[in-house]
T-cell receptor
Framework: DAKTTQPNSMESNEEEPVHLPCNHS???????IHWYRQLPSQGPEYVIH???SNVNNRMASLAIAEDRKSSTLILHRATLRDAAVYYC????????????FGQGTTLQVKP | DTAVSQTPKYLVTQMGNDKSIKCEQN?????MYWYKQDSKKFLKIMFS???????INETVPNRFSPKSPDKAHLNLHINSLELGDSAVYFC?????????????FGQGTRLTVV
C-alpha cells in the first residue's frame, strides 16, 4: 500500500488561508488522492479528492503537483470549525474501498 | 436523515460480556465497513462487507463477528470483551470500485470495557 506523509500538526489564525501538505512519493498511476477530516468526537468526513488536476469544491481546494508525488489541501478561510485532524489518503481505483489512515495533521485554528 | 447511523453511541460493559453494535446506511451503497480507533487515535479498518459478503477481514480476533442481514445493515458482535477492546468503533459505507467515490462514516460508538 502506498503511503502518505503529513506534518503532525499545524496552526492557523481564523479567517486566514491554510495549506496542508501531503507527500506521496510512491503513488501509482491509478491512485486517487483523497482527503478526509475528523472533527472532535465525530466520524471522519470526506473533504475532496483528485487524480491529476487541481480540484475545487465548497469545502476546500486540492492542488496536485505535476509529478503527483505531493499535494496540498487548501482551506481558503479557516474558521474555528475547521479545527480537526486532516488525513491524506491514497485510494486505488479498483480496490475494495478500504481507506488506510495515517496519523494525519492536527489543525489548530486560533481566534 | 442520517446517512450512516450506528447505535449505541456509548457502551460501557464489564470484561467477559458479549455486546453488539448496530449500523445502518440509507445511501444505497453496496459496501459497508467497520473501523476501530484506539486510544492513540489511529483509525484502522477491521471488516468490509459487499452485498452481505465478507471481503475484508484485517486479522481481527475471532471474538469479533460482523453480521450483515442485508446490504443496508452491518452489525458488529463482540464476544468475551477484553479491556483492550475499549475504543471508538466507526461504521462506514461507500460504493468502491471507482476511485472517485467517497465513504460516509457514522458518528462512532465509544466502547469502554471495565
Amino acid at each position: 500500500d502506498a503511503k502518505t506523509t503529513q506534518p503532525n500538526s499545524m496552526e492557523s489564525n481564523e479567517e486566514e488561508p491554510v495549506h496542508l501538505p501531503c507527500n506521496h512519493s510512491t503513488i501509482s498511476g491509478t491512485d486517487y488522492i483523497h482527503w478526509y477530516r475528523q472533527l472532535p468526537s465525530q466520524g471522519p468526513e470526506y473533504v475532496i479528492h483528485g487524480l491529476t488536476s487541481n480540484v475545487n469544491n465548497r469545502m476546500a481546494s486540492l492542488a496536485i503537483a505535476e509529478d503527483r508525488k505531493s499535494s496540498t489541501l487548501i482551506l481558503h478561510r479557516a474558521t474555528l470549525r475547521d479545527a480537526a485532524v486532516y488525513y491524506c489518503i491514497l485510494y486505488y481505483s479498483s480496490n475494495t474501498g478500504k481507506l488506510i489512515f495515517g496519523q494525519g495533521t492536527t489543525l489548530q485554528v486560533k481566534p | 436523515d442520517t446517512a450512516v447511523s450506528q447505535t449505541p453511541k456509548y457502551l460501557v460493559t464489564q470484561m467477559g460480556n458479549d455486546k453488539s453494535i448496530k449500523c445502518e446506511q440509507n445511501l444505497g451503497h453496496d459496501t459497508m465497513y467497520w473501523y476501530k480507533q484506539d486510544s492513540k487515535k489511529f483509525l484502522k479498518i477491521m471488516f468490509s462487507y459487499n452485498n452481505k459478503e465478507l471481503i475484508i477481514n484485517e486479522t481481527v480476533p475471532n471474538r469479533f463477528s460482523p453480521k450483515s442481514p442485508d446490504k443496508a445493515h452491518l452489525n458488529l458482535h463482540i464476544n468475551s470483551l477484553e479491556l483492550g477492546d475499549s475504543a471508538v468503533y466507526f461504521c462506514a459505507s461507500s460504493r468502491p470500485g471507482q476511485g472517485n467515490t467517497e465513504a460516509f462514516f457514522g458518528q462512532g460508538t465509544r466502547l469502554t470495557v471495565v
